[in-house]
């Protein structure tokens, strides 16, 4: 997302079919809050008053989502959720825990809950809990195999990607860098009649020009040095499948014109070869950049350009999907959690609302580099904004802040953000004056070079 790539732990029921949530609590009006609540959202419920009537329900039939007290009448609610992960693996399951006791959802984490609730209950919580619970992944699937997300731009996505399987039609897909261009590319080849065979991703600004004709189309033995036995391109790997073309942009027009003819002709010959190979593939395109402006610019082939952006899909950035950093949060912080073996860490209420103030220049991928990094910093469990380091708007040298009113460049509060200003306004006047000779301009200030590189850094100057 942006978004980012985590699966679903079964498709979601269709018309007529309900997916069914366990509740487990000793409190009736909780219990009754909980249904209510559930039922509103389309839901089956069951209910159980202890861990006893929970693992009885559990044996007898399957559910979509568990969610239980912490305190039971005949045990503890850690209990239940070690029982289901150990018997009922693919079931997930949620802590409800008093307000303010994160001991106790921290523990639930750590023993296998994807997330918890806090009492009072709050129902905006609980939709977005259980909305994320349905698309949590299976533990046999692989992590990209469904957007994660709620968003009303996430769910068109989601409901294009699902009529672009049905079709063979080559797709252009757009979207900033982050936003995940090659997850719905996989997911569309996922969904489609060409699942069974490859799928083959390529990064086109990462070949070397003299070497992207012999990477796409293979080459013969002896071809040229080096060349010591045959070798099949891209194009006869995803034969029966789909090549996904990721920064089409990037490719040089000699290799525009060869890829068009591969494409129209559905055949392609090897570099050293007399003969062609008939190719059966899907092409799926994708680029950061504006296609049809580099059309227009004379800088891409508008003939390969029609070929290709037959259908096109944009990707959201995650800024556009503020509703679903919580739950694209937490999936990452469970996925980095698994990977390292250690309990899940869990975000402060003020760590989650800078996530949420956040523009995410970077989408999906930078708020997974984001939250694996306070992982590494936080300090314990619960990641505080300090932890995410954030980075601030960026300002260039002889530019003014743009994003602060003008009514700020007067007010000395709060004091840390009229102290930075100060100190940004000041480097920039020094830097200005040596032309940016850092050296020179820390000189200037009175600051060793180094220490004028950490302010830097921090105040976002480059």
Known sequence: MAGSAVTRRSERPTAGVHATVLVVDDEADIRELLELSLVRMGLGVQSAGSVAEAKALLQRRTFDLCLTDMR?????????????????????????TAYGSMENAVSALKAGAFDYLTKPLSLDQLRTLVRSALFLPRKDQPDWQVLLGDSP????????????????APIYLTGESGSGKELAARLIHEKGARRDRAFVPVNCGAIPGNLMESEF????????????????????????????????ADLPFPMQV?????????????????????????????THQNLSGLVEAEK???????????????????????????????????????????????LSESALEALRRYD???????????????????????????DLQLAPPVYMVGEPPASEPQTAHTAKWPLQEYLDRVEREAI???LD????NRTAAAKVLGITFRALRYRMERLGIR
Do not use: W
Not at 73 to 88: A, M, Q, T
Not at 363 to 375: Q, T
């Open 72 to 96: 039971l009448p005949d045990g503890d609610g850690l209990d239940l959720v070690r029982y289901i992960g150990e018997h009922c693996g693919d079931l997930p399951v949620a802590a409800i």
């Open 153 to 168: 731009a996430i769910q068109q996505v989601r409901s294009m990607i699902e009529k672009l399987a049905r079709s063979q």
């Open 217 to 248: 189309f293979g080459y013969r033995k002896g071809a040229f040095t080096g060349a010591e036995a045959d070798r099949e391109g891209f194009f006869h790997v995803a034969h029966g499948g789909t090549l996904f073309l990721d920064e089409v």
């Open 258 to 286: 060869k890829l068009l003819r591969a494409i129209q002709e559905k055949r392609v010959r090897k570099v050293g070869a007399t003969a062609e190979d008939p190719v059966d593939v899907r092409i799926i395109c994708a």
């Open 300 to 346: 891409f082939r508008q003939d390969l350009y029609y070929r290709l952006a037959v259908i096109e899909l944009r990707m959201p950035p995650l800024r556009e999907c503020r509703e679903d950093i919580p739950t694209l949060a937490r999936a990452i912080l469970a996925r980095l959690a698994k990977a390292g073996g250690a309990g899940s860490a869990i």
């Open 360 to 386: 995410f220049p970077g989408n999906a991928r930078e708020l997974e580099n984001i939250l694996e990094r306070a992982v590494a910093l936080a300090a314990s469990d619960e990641i505080q904004p300090d």
């Open 428 to 430: 920039l006047e020094a």
């Open 433 to 436: 004056k040596t032309r940016f």
